[in-house]
């Protein structure tokens, strides 16, 4: 390591550090999008963190679908009275008064209307010139070759082809009017690398990534947890009672749980050393077709 | 309760200890196309078992009708990630992968072969401490190994390993290897690295990548992986001369105020001097801020929040060192520039250049030198076209502080954002500071119309309205004009009233005297337009021939010709300054629609229609279509 003197991790979190403040001053309207997962507490840590004495000087962005898990949304509330962020909460209202849900309309239609165009609402709402995510390098192809500093039309279409060098940790934050940026601090990280974070921290995740006896179905192997009465069963279909975790959150009827009796942070950690599937094979969403995720974000998907 | 899939004496704080204590190593891949970059990050990759099984499972599928080794995968797959690559086939953007063995983690950026995107390789370098370059055996080095060395020299990058790929391709002859490493290393000796190893692989095979392979028994040298693992590239930041540029001021109230930054270098304990390198005003340091708590001492990469014990004026972009260690401070510099985009840099073109927090105007005020990239040749040149090296000086509009990046690369690294496109241009690296007296070569460009466009941000045209009185030339021109302002432009507006009044007051309505009026108005549009303006004229200009002697007059300035093309009957109907009505009643004589003629323009670049659409619509989209 070319800095001499700190471990990895304590390199990560100062690139990470530096970067959110380089959003702080750089753009006049930030906002960091705040998903209740793993990513996005290490990413609030780090916040508290840059900015620390001061708060952290830009809103925390929920676009809800509504359909997160029940407890995601309690976790959300506790944080924000916790750490004392500005919380904006998001619910595309069209999808809203349509009754937009993933059983209907399927996962790909359902998340475009309540995740993509939300998104795009609340960014446009806001006229955040600067929107911060949790995205990591190492979590799927195209987000392997995306900017720190991601540059996105005023579309907030994403053009692969044309992306700004990004050289040492000099980053053009400069924009055009109407154009905006997204922001990755933590894109060198690993999943590994996160959950080690989270345990050397102590930072509070939502119970759900620890194992649990929890009502599923069994979908074509997948596992979706019954969340609440919107549920949907198959004919005949009957939920059981298993002992379960969640590697990433989101969507209840999108997200899969896996069987796992990992109950703590180490056992999590050791389990995901010897685990043979990537991370994002529980989200329903990228599975779709070859590039989808790449699609997806050329379209203005985080 | 158990811990699933642990060995029985695990000890997960030990564990996790070891994985946090574990050294990084940052490398980026480069080479020519098809020499197998992506092939040997996927094997590398593969061999880690980093490779999960639903990707596998993908892979095996993907992989059909592709050339594969004894897996049956082919290994590019894992990462050439975008759709594009895909159908190309070749990697077009840098890709960064993640993979660890037992004694250390690595970051991989793979970068590009193909020449046109030489600009992500250069990307991939400025963060590694080691490159992989990449030579096909039967291809030996080429004009893309040249210049990817040299790119790598410029950026610093002080670590090579040669990795002569596709040995199994040449009957791992020990003959063609040891020829390609004699002649690379010939090549790089100018090159400066610290540390050059070679090694003989088959990324596709597996030879030499995790242990010696048997068909290599004349190679000595460790495998590609061990060697990976074991090589030192730290370099004792911390030891040398403190640099800590203020990213942000740290306000929460009234009681306190920290300045917010990275150590760039070096290290500082509560106590210590520092020195403003701007105001040159000293301060001692009170408190190293963090929310673990307060620190004593803080060093190179640690991200921090000093607070002073004075009232001093620091903001973003100053650099604070120790007293009698300081950066060069001037406006002036000497440095290499990396040109990246398709539009070329000029000398006296200015620019935003960004170096640490500092945000300035630039000027490349002289080009001494192109540095031909596969022979190192310098070749005098007036230009730096994209993919090119060449030595500049270059001018900040105020004095910044820098080092030389050999010294530090943190404070001597910078880029060059077009202040038009806000697109990254060119990245640089600072060689030495200029004294301002000695070495102002400001006569050695042209002060030009281009300079002084884009000194407002913009491109000088001259949009030329024509069409009836009363059509609605000068109410879409003013809105024009309040929206350019809006966005920081400078435009400016002629028409009758500005003009009539003052400079061609002299002038009548005869037809010699409508000729001349429009002569001036062209003379003084040119004029406007060479400082640099945006010129907007509103002129009925009824005559084509009128139009074309305008547009001559122009010369090389971007005109455009707006036809407002309003019916005589609506234009009637608004009569704002009753001149139609006393047209009508004879009382204004040769009146253009009443008793002169009004030749509409053959072929005007745009046509707007003034009696059906209101002068805002009409005038957002002559923004739109003039794509300013």
């Given amino acids: 390591m070319t800095t001499g003197a700190l471990t990895h991790l304590q390199s990560l979190e100062a690139e990470s550090i530096e970067i959110l403040r380089e959003v702080a001053a750089s753009f006049e309207r930030p906002v960091m ?52 962020f500005d919380l904006i909460s998001h619910t595309n209202p069209d999808g809203l008064r349509d009754n937009i849900n993933p059983f209907d309309q399927g996962s790909s239609r359902f998340t475009d209307i309540m995740k993509t165009q939300a998104l795009r609402q ?181 | 309760m158990s811990l699933p899939m642990a060995t029985p004496d695990t000890d997960i704080d030990l564990w996790l200890k070891q994985q946090t204590d574990k050294s990084l190593l940052r490398f980026l891949t480069c080479g020519s196309v098809d020499d197998g970059k992506s092939t040997l990050i996927g094997r590398l990759l593969y061999d880690s078992q980093l490779i999960l099984d639903d990707q596998l499972a993908s892979l095996r599928k993907e992989s059909h009708n592709r050339i594969t080794g004894d897996e049956g995968i082919d290994f590019s797959l894992l990462v050439d990630g975008l759709t594009a690559e895909r159908e190309q086939g070749i990697t077009i953007d840098v890709a960064y992968r993640f993979f660890s063995t037992d004694k250390r983690k690595f970051i991989v950026a793979d970068t590009p072969g193909h020449e046109q995107y030489t600009r992500n390789m250069a990307t991939g370098a400025s963060n590694a401490d080691l490159a992989l370059v990449l030579i096909d055996a039967r291809k030996g080095v080429l004009t893309q190994t040249r210049r990817h060395s040299f790119i790598l020299s410029l950026i610093g990058v002080k670590h090579v390993v040669l990795v002569v790929n596709k040995i199994d391709l040449v009957d791992y002859d020990q003959a063609v290897f040891d020829r390609i490493v004699a002649e690379y290393r010939a090549f790089a000796e100018p090159l400066g690295f610290k540390t050059l190893a070679a090694v003989p692989v088959s990324a596709l095979r597996g030879d030499n990548i995790l242990a010696p392979s048997v068909h290599t028994p004349w190679y000595d040298g460790t495998a590609l992986v061990p060697y990976l693992e074991s090589i030192d590239v730290s370099e004792d930041r911390t030891a040398e001369k403190f640099r800590f540029p203020v990213q942000w001021v740290n306000r929460p109230d009234l009681d306190f105020r920290g300045f917010s930054g990275t150590v760039a270098s070096g290290s500082i304990a ?39 014990d004075r009232e001093v004026d620091i903001s973003r972009g100053d650099v604070l060192s120790r007293p009698g260690e300081t950066p060069e401070f001037s406006n002036q510099f000497q440095a290499r520039l990396i040109w990246m985009n398709e539009e070329s840099a000029f000398p006296g073109r200015s620019y935003l250049l960004k170096v640490g927090s500092q945000l300035v105007p630039a000027t490349i005020t002289d080009l001494k030198f192109r540095t031909n990239v596969n022979t190192l040749e310098h070749t005098a040149a007036t230009k730096i076209d994209l993919n090119e090296v060449a030595t500049v000086t270059i001018a900040t509009d105020k004095p910044i502080a820098f080092d030389p990046y050999a010294a530090n690369a943190l404070t001597g690294g910078f880029i060059l954002v077009d202040r038009l496109s806000n697109a990254t241009l060119g990245a640089g690296t600072i060689e030495f500071g200029l004294r301002r007296a000695q070495n102002l070569t400001y006569q050695s460009f042209d002060v030009n119309r281009d300079v002084r466009a884009r000194m407002k941000g913009q491109a000088a045209r001259i949009v030329w309205f024509t069409g009836l009185s009363g059509s609605g030339k000068s109410s879409i021109a003013n809105l024009l004009e309040k929206r350019l302002t809006a966005e920081g432009r400078h435009a400016y507006i002629l028409d009758g009233d500005n003009v009539r009044h003052g400079l061609n007051k002299d002038l009548g309505f005869t037809e010699a005297a409508r000729v001349e009026n429009i002569r001036r108005v062209a003379e003084v549009a040119r004029l406007m337009a060479d400082a640099g303006l945006i010129v907007l004229v509103s002129f009925i200009s009824p005559f084509e021939k009128e139009r074309r002697l305008a547009r001559e007059i122009a010369g090389d300035i971007d005109f455009t010709e707006v036809y407002v093309d309003t019916p005589l009957a609506v234009c009637e109907a608004r009569d704002p300054k009753g001149l139609y009505k006393r047209a009508r009643a004879g009382e204004i004589k040769n009146f253009t629609g009443i008793d002169s003629p009004f030749e509409p323009p053959q072929a005007p670049e745009l046509v707007l229609h003034g009696g059906e659409q209101e002068p805002v619509t009409l005038a957002d989209a002559l923004h739109d279509w003039l794509k300013l």
């Fill in chain 1, 33 to 84: 999008m705040y998903s209740i997962g793993k990513d996005s507490s290490v990413l609030l840590h780090l916040a508290r963190k840059a900015f620390f004495p001061s708060r952290i000087p830009f809103p925390l962005l929920h676009v809800n679908t509504t359909w997160k898990f029940r407890e995601m949304i309690a976790f959300r509330d506790s944080m924000a009275e916790k750490y004392g």
């Fill in chain 1, 122 to 302: 609340a960014l446009n709402a806001g006229r955040y010139d600067a929107a911060i995510g949790g995205a990591r390098r190492d979590e799927e192809k195209s987000r392997a070759k995306e900017r720190v500093f991601s540059h996105r039309n005023a579309n907030h279409a994403w053009d692969p082809k044309n992306q700004r060098p990004e050289l040492w940790r000099v980053f053009n934050t400069r924009l055009n009017p109407g154009e905006s940026m997204r922001v990755f601090p933590i894109s060198n990280w690993t999943e590994l690398d996160v959950w080690t974070y989270i345990y050397s921290e102590g930072i509070e995740l939502p119970s759900l990534y620890y194992a649990k006896s929890r009502p599923v179905v069994d979908r074509s192997g997948t596992l979706i947890m019954v969340d609440d009465d919107r549920f949907r069963f198959e004919p005949g279909e009957v939920p059981r009672q298993e002992v379960v975790r969640f590697r990433t959150l989101g969507d209840y009827p999108l997200t899969g749980a896996i069987r796992s009796t990992a109950a703590t942070l180490p056992e999590i950690i050791m389990e995901m050393q010897a685990s043979r599937t990537s991370e994002r094979e529980g989200r329903l969403i990228d599975s779709d077709s070859v590039g989808s995720m790449e699609k997806k974000k050329q379209e203005g998907y985080f």
């Fill in chain 2, 270 to 308: 509560v106590g210590d001097d520092v020195l403003i390198a701007s105001s040159r005003q000293p301060a001692a340091v009170r408190r190293i801020v963090t929310m673990d708590g307060d620190l004593d001492r803080a060093v190179a990469g640690q991200a921090v929040t000093l607070v002073v």
